[in-house]
């Protein structure tokens, strides 16, 4: 081995207090630079001095090339792996952490070798939820192997095939003539006279590094990989280890959701029960979040699903939007779904379909066990399904609000929607809606109707708890794109803001958003200092298919500026690029939330907030009254009461007193079943029954979550968090 090395480089004195940025009085703890620097980094390790020790370098690369590395020998005892690993995490952490904040950077990646993390099982996890670092992990190989360009290897095995196919795994060794080498007698003997080049740790970490950004895409973020047959590769086909450690997902949920998880888990195990899921868009949406994070789930606890989503079109998006406006009663009644639209359509699923029914396919026999179409864009499957699999169970799920008092007008733009879609989705085993008043028409058979809320994900980029560091960046991060966009920025930290994270839909009630605030600010007129006065923020991603987004951001625009133009520089209005901590720390350092919805299917985007900490000021519509407390949690209105929700924002930004206890009850009062874990349960559970046991379920509109726990021996206990299961009557 080579002699410890320390890190060589070292950070400016006189950067860090050009950086440094006036930190409000009322947070005096809060970390502030106005810029962190991105960085990513390489991590190696091997056992040296006789397995006495165990040298670990680290490399540090700014995405062009290597700044600076450091390696260093801890202690050593392959006798006791829990607590040498123990030593090998904080090491690793205590390291990366102490650079960062010496040179004022953001580490955002780190390439792992495999070799470390069978040494330190949960190295991964903790990069992830303590240092925010996506880990990706490579097989790193301790001598040189050839090039991945060479001419002479002609069969490549896919990157998203899986994690089954490790880094480097289908590269050659190098090996050279044993005369070549200087001093050859350190080397294990080869075959003959040929010998394999060593590569030393530093070189390892190094490798590791360089690896590790090419999995990031030019904003920095995580780049989103489909495999064969659209397949989404969810964590680059398992290479990006974001949660190793089962026990943290444990620690989300309660006892009886954990036990009935891992006994359908074990069932679908000893069955080896394939599932798979169907949706539009591999990002951007609430669907295309939950299905990550299910399936990063599914992937720990060794539970065979596969996710699909259908090559994009962007005339088929645009019609599937005007489904979905239309259905929810928000588009303009002129709207229609006109013939060359429906051929259109059903032109697409069939072209994609085909390449899921043709041999070798997951829709083809011999594929998944179980089928679950997701949402309005994709239920022309269920009929080509049907025919190639006549008995594959096939579970629809509907995600939005489906007007049902307007489906049976006759000669309505909803009734023509409805009945195009329900020719394809009554041919489904199953129906899952959410659990909410009037959204399944009368046309579903009850027998067939079963309840699921929407779900998120605790321990995911979107909801994990992030260091002061971290927080700091990703807020430096959205400054910088206000700036960029010439738009107003937040004055955080010494300015509070309220906040509504959306997307630019006409659904998301935006204008009453506005109208609430000016209101408020009418209120607060004279009762708090000019600096106390709160900003606000609207942002959200957009997704994939929701061509809307461009013409309600304009709508917002023209109406701050204009009506609103008294308030118009204390309003901040964002799209936000895809980067899940980004939202999480504008809705973590936010005072409360907004909600305002005018129509509205689950909206989990509530949870996430009650989760943090927030109360939320919330419209009586849709799923938000379910998770929801009034006066506990938060409040909930009748959509356009403006007048009530300013003087809830009111009570909530003067009443000290009332904001911590409101804090406290909607931090502590979150259900399982609206978290992945709880979620995840549902869907084995409809395998294990359908595949395992060979039932075909006629819930008659029962809640999911209360037949699984049900049929695992695991009931609901007293006190236990829940959905209110009262006064619900979804058809309409």
Request: charged content about 20%; aromatic content about 8%; glycine content about 8%.
């Amino acid at each position: 081995m080579a002699p410890p090395h320390k890190f060589q480089s070292k950070g400016s004195e006189v950067l860090r207090r050009r950086l440094s940025s006036v930190v409000s009085a009322k947070r005096p703890n809060v970390t502030s630079y106005s810029h962190l620097t991105p960085m990513w980094a390489g991590i190696a390790g091997t056992p040296v001095n006789n397995n006495t020790g165990y040298e670990v370098a680290i490399s540090i690369h700014d995405s062009v090339y290597n700044t600076d590395f450091a390696s260093s020998v801890v202690p050593y005892d392959p006798t006791e792996p829990e607590s040498q690993a123990e030593l090998i995490e904080k090491h690793v952490l205590d390291t990366i952490r102490k650079f960062s904040q010496e040179h004022l950077c953001k580490f955002l990646g780190a390439g792992v070798t495999l070799s470390l993390l069978r040494e330190a099982p949960n190295l991964c996890t903790r990069l992830w939820l303590d240092l925010d670092i996506v880990p990706v992990v490579f097989n790193i190989k301790p001598f040189h192997t050839d090039s991945l360009t060479s001419r002479n290897i002609k069969h490549r095995i896919s990157s998203t095939t899986g994690s089954y196919v490790p880094s480097g795994a289908e590269t050659p060794t190098v090996y050279v003539d044993a005369a070549q080498l200087g001093d050859s007698g350190k080397l294990s003997s080869g075959v003959g006279q040929k010998l394999p080049i060593p590569r030393t740790v530093d070189e390892q970490a190094d490798s590791a590094a360089r690896k590790c950004i090419m999995y990031f895409g030019p904003n920095n973020n995580p780049r989103l990989q489909i495999g064969p047959r659209n397949q989404v590769a969810v964590d680059a086909g398992g290479k990006i280890h974001l949660l190793d450690d089962l026990d943290e997902y444990r620690k989300t949920v309660g006892k009886g959701t954990w036990s009935a998880v891992n006994k359908l888990a074990d069932e679908l195990r000893e069955k080896k029960i394939k599932m798979g899921f169907f949706s539009s868009t591999p990002q951007g949406g609430g669907v295309a979040l939950m299905r990550h994070a299910l399936i990063r789930f599914f992937t720990a606890i060794d539970v065979d699903c596969a996710w699909y989503v259908p090559n994009p079109s962007p005339s088929v998006f645009r019609t599937t939007k005007n489904n979905h406006n239309i259905l929810q009663g928000v588009a303009d009644p002129s709207l229609r779904l006109t013939k060359e639209q429906k051929e259109n359509f059903d032109a697409w699923i069939l072209k994609n379909g085909l390449r899921w029914t043709a041999e070798g396919g997951p829709l083809a026999p011999g594929g998944v066990d179980i089928a679950f179409i997701d949402d309005p864009q994709m239920p022309g499957l269920i009929p080509l399904i049907k025919k190639v699999r006549p008995d594959l169970p096939i579970i629809y799920r509907s995600h939005i609000e489906i007007r049902s008092d307007l489906v049976h007008i006759n000669g309505s733009p909803q009734q023509e929607v409805w009945q195009y879609l329900w020719n394809n989705i009554q041919h489904a085993d199953l129906f899952i809606s959410h659990p909410v008043n009037k959204f399944v028409p009368s046309d579903v058979p009850p027998e067939k109707l079963t309840l699921l809320g929407a779900a998120t994900d605790w321990l995911d980029g979107l909801n994990k708890e992030l260091a002061p560091w971290d927080t700091q960046f990703y807020m430096g991060e959205f400054r910088n794109l206000c700036v960029k966009e010439k738009m107003n920025e937040l004055g955080w930290p010494a300015r509070e803001y309220i906040v509504q994270i959306a997307r630019f839909d006409p659904s998301k009630g935006i204008p009453n958003v506005i109208d609430s605030y000016a209101r408020f600010r009418e209120l607060l007129d004279g009762k708090v200092s000019e600096d106390e006065i709160p900003q606000l923020l609207i942002c959200g991603h957009g997704a994939v298919d929701d061509p809307d987004a461009s013409i309600i951001y304009d709508q917002v625009g023209n109406l701050v500026h204009n009506k609103y133009s008294k308030y118009s520089k204390d309003i901040v209005y964002m799209r936000c690029p895809p980067s899940d901590q980004l939202l999480n720390v504008l809705m973590a350092n936010s005072k409360f939330a907004l909600q305002l919805s005018s129509r509205e299917g689950f909206e989990v985007k509530v949870s996430e907030a009650l989760h943090a900490g927030k109360p939320v000021i919330a419209s009586r519509t849709g799923g938000i009254p379910l998770q929801i407390e009034h006066g506990k949690s938060g409040y909930l209105v009748d959509v356009g009461d403006n007048d009530t929700v300013a003087k809830h924002m009111f009570d909530l930004y003067t009443d000290d007193d009332l904001y911590d206890e409101m804090s406290e009850y909607a931090r502590t009062h979150v259900s399982d079943e609206v978290g992945t874990v709880g979620n995840a349960a549902a869907w084995m559970y409809l395998a294990v029954m359908y595949c395992s046991r060979g039932t075909h379920l006629q819930p008659k509109g029962a809640w999911l979550n209360d037949l699984l726990r049900a049929e695992t021996g695991d009931p609901y206990v007293q006190g236990e968090p829940r959905l209110p299961r009262a006064s619900l009557n979804v058809q309409g």
